[in-house]
């Protein structure tokens, strides 16, 4: 219906435009959302780079582009991008992301967390090592990341600290990131001489299996 009074056509316009922007930070909140739950899906139901798996990663990063173009001062979109990037073996570009990610949001736990990674990934360890770590003050509390940091510690041969770390995964962390915490740990053992407690604890992560160490939790 042609609404023909120009006053009311004003304030219709009027009141669309400063609809505008909530609709738009809703809607970038939602596309973050839907991404992370597709990745996740991929990551715990595909193989590792198989054809199914990379498909998949690629499905998503073309629907983050056009959401980029939409918010391009989303921090967690970037981190997105970023740890799909880390998915799909690309570090130098997951790197990139998450340095944008911490222009924007400088105390972004997920963005450290994703700086890192790919540190790690690049061999660049004491600069990996100090994002995680950065992460690990801003959450404490997920034992995911603090397998990452464990990791972190025993590539930059800390092995008190990486020991620390993987033991309270082992004390306090869900089950399914036991094997990696115990794999690590008994890495850390063997590096400094400490024979038995790396025989004891590589024994417990062989029967508690495996997790890779770069799946973080994003509920915490």
Known sequence: ?????????????????????????????????????????????????????????HAIEDDIFPALKRC????PLLVAMAELQLSLGQPPIARLYAQKALELAPDSWQAHNAAGSALNMQGNFLAGLHHLQRAGTL???????????????????????????????????????????YSLRARAHEARGEREQAVRDDKQAKESGFRSPTGVDKTN
């Not at 391009?72 to 921090?75: E, G, K, L, V, Y």
């Not at 510690?153 to 990131?177: F, K, M, T």
């Open 139 to 181: 959450q404490p509390d997920n034992f995911a990341l603090l397998v990452n940091l464990c990791s972190s510690y025993e590539r930059n041969q800390q092995y008190a600290e990486a020991i620390d770390a993987c033991s309270r995964v082992i004390d306090n962390g869900p089950a399914e990131l036991r094997g990696t915490a």
């Open 72 to 75: 391009p001062a989303n921090a």
């Open 1 to 57: 219906m042609f609404i023909s009074i120009r006053p009311l056509l004003f304030c219709s316009v009027l009141l669309l435009s400063l609809q505008a922007t909530p609709a738009r930070a809703e809607t970038c909140t939602q596309v973050v959302q839907n991404i992370d739950q597709q990745h996740r899906k991929a990551l715990n139901s595909l193989q590792p780079g198989s054809d199914d798996y990379l498909h998949a990663l």
